[in-house]
């Protein structure tokens, strides 16, 4: 095949191509014009979405109060979370532990006991992970024993802050104590 077939069947079917106006509309029009608004629409949309996440009380638990009483009822005081009462996430934990084998009852039950701060941190992060990615609540803060007196003798202490890094209202939640927490310091 030679090249002036070749020249003279490409010219052909782009002449047949830009005759025909849907074709037009549909490879050069659409592309042009849709793609960009799409493109624009979705990311004001998804920006939209989080900033009301991000506005938004988002629902917490306060674990080991009693240990820090004076940081607890500070967090209790600012309007940026709902908090959940510990009862009411011992109901929900113990719903859960009912409808899922792989919770042990038991355990659910000291955690809310004066002994629940004797259980390693390796069987209680599990069940508090549960009761976030099942909507109970977005996150959680819990106070080691013994935290404000440590931190009147100057210690330095992480609070310790339990979220879904792949939830965004739960990463919006651990966020805003984050940030409450520099604030406060």
Do not use: C, H
């Amino acid at each position: 095949m030679s090249a002036q077939k070749i020249n003279l069947i490409f010219f052909k079917e782009m002449k047949d191509i830009l005759r025909d106006r849907r074709t037009l509309y549909s490879m050069i029009l659409v592309p042009i014009l849709m793609y960009p608004l799409l493109s624009i629409g979705m990311g004001i949309l998804i920006g939209s979405q989080i900033e009301k996440t991000q506005a938004a009380k988002q629902r917490i638990a306060i674990l080991g109060a009693e240990y820090a009483p004076k940081i607890a009822q500070a967090i209790r005081n600012t309007d940026k979370f709902t908090i959940v009462p510990v009862d009411s996430l011992e109901r929900g934990l113990r719903k859960l532990a009912a409808a899922d084998s792989t919770i042990d009852r038991k355990v659910v039950d000291r955690i809310f006991s004066p002994a629940g701060q004797d259980i390693p941190d390796s069987i209680i992060y599990p069940i508090f992970s549960r009761a976030i990615d099942e909507k109970i609540i977005r996150a959680a803060v819990r106070f080691p024993k013994n935290f404000a007196a440590r931190i009147e003798t100057g210690d330095s202490l992480n609070l310790i802050i339990l979220y879904d890094q792949s939830e965004t209202k739960s990463d919006a939640a651990a966020d805003k104590l984050r940030d409450w927490a520099i604030e406060y310091r």
